[in-house]
C-alpha cells in the first residue's frame, strides 16, 4: 500500500510571509485536485495525519524552543525568526499538523503497512534544533530520520533537491552517520541560505555523511543529471540505504520566481528513476517523500504527480505531465567549472569511505 498524508486543514497551513501564502496553500489544492484528475488514488490512499507529539519534536528541536514556538503561537504577531517565518495566531499547532504527516507516513512504513508515502504539507528542511529559518518551523524531515533510526532502521538516506540548501536538516544530524545529499543553488552570500558547499562533509561520526551539490546560477538538467549519475549512483550504492527520505521541493524548476535554477521534469523523472532503482535494491521498495519548495502552483503540483506516478511506473500518466521542453543545457563556462567541483567532491568521498567513482 502507498499512502499521500491529508486533511482538509492542509488547504490553509503554509509559513510564509503573507505575499507567499497564496502560492504555498495553492499547491496543495492543485496537487490534491491532480490525486483526482490523473487517478493517482489508483495507487495512493488517503492518510490522515496528526498533530505530532511533543516528544517527536525533541527528537530534533530543543524544548526552549518548542516553548518559544508555542508561546509565540499564542500571540499571533512577529516572527520566528529574523523575518522571514511569520508567527502566525495557532502556528504551533499547524506546524505540528504539518510535520505529523510526515510522522504518520513514517511509522506506517516501519510497521510495514506502507510501502511509500508522501506529504505535501512536509519538507521544512530549514528549521533548526533552536531556531526557525525560511519557512520552516519544525524539521520533519530530521524527526522521520530519527525516528526510523530508533526504531532499527540504521541506513538512513536522505536526497534533498530542493532550490535551496537543506541546511536545518544538515545541522541537525551533522555529526550522525545518515546519509544527507543536497542539491541546491549555490551563490553565497546573497543566495539562501548561503550554505551547502562541497566541504561541508560533516563532523565526528558523520564525517563524509553530508553530501552537497551547489548548482551554479542558471545550472540545468545536464548538470543535476550529470552529479547524480557520477557521485549520487555510487555512492548510494555503497551506503545500501534500508530507506529513502526524499525532500521534493520543486523550486529548482525553470521559471520558478526564488531561485533562478532552469531544471525541468526530465530531472525530476531521473530522480525518480535513482530512487526507485536503489529502494527495491536495498529497502523493499520504501521510500518516504515529503514537499518542500516551489512557488508555481501548477508546476510544483505537476512535478509531485510527475514523481509519484513514476514511482509506482504509471507511464503513460507521467508523459502526460512532462514539460513540453525538456532538458536544459548550461552556460559552457559552468559546466566546467562544476564538473571539477563535482570531481574533487567525488575524490573526497573516495578518500574518506573508499568508493570508487570511475
Known sequence: MNGIAFIDEYLNIGFTPINLLNRWTSRVKTFMELYTKTNLSKNYKIITPISCKIQDLLLAHSKKYIDYVRKMGEK???????GD????????????????????????????????????????HHAKKDAASGFCVFNDIAIAAKIFYNNGIKKIAIIDIDGHHGDGTQQILYSERILKISFHKYDPPWFYPGTGNIYELGEREGYGYSVNIPLPDGAGDDLFIYALEKVITPLLYYYKPEIIIGQMGVDAHIG???????LTSASYERFIELVSEISSKFSYGRFLGTGGGGYV???????????????VKNEDIVKKLKDKDEYTISDAYKITKFKKEITHLAEKLSEIHGINFS
Open 85 to 124: 517565518t511569520p508567527a502566525y495566531k495557532d502556528v504551533f499547532d499547524k506546524a505540528r499538523l504539518a510535520c505529523g504527516g510526515t510522522i504518520i507516513l513514517a511509522k506506517i512504513i516501519i510497521n510495514r503497512k506502507l510501502k511509500i508515502g508522501f506529504n505535501p504539507q512536509g519538507g521544512f
Open 256 to 262: 520558478d520566481p526564488l531561485v533562478g535554477l532552469r
Open 76 to 82: 499571533g504577531t512577529g516572527y520566528l525568526d529574523y
Open 297 to 311: 502552483p501548477e508546476t510544483t503540483a505537476r512535478m509531485w504527480s510527475l514523481m509519484l506516478h513514476k514511482l
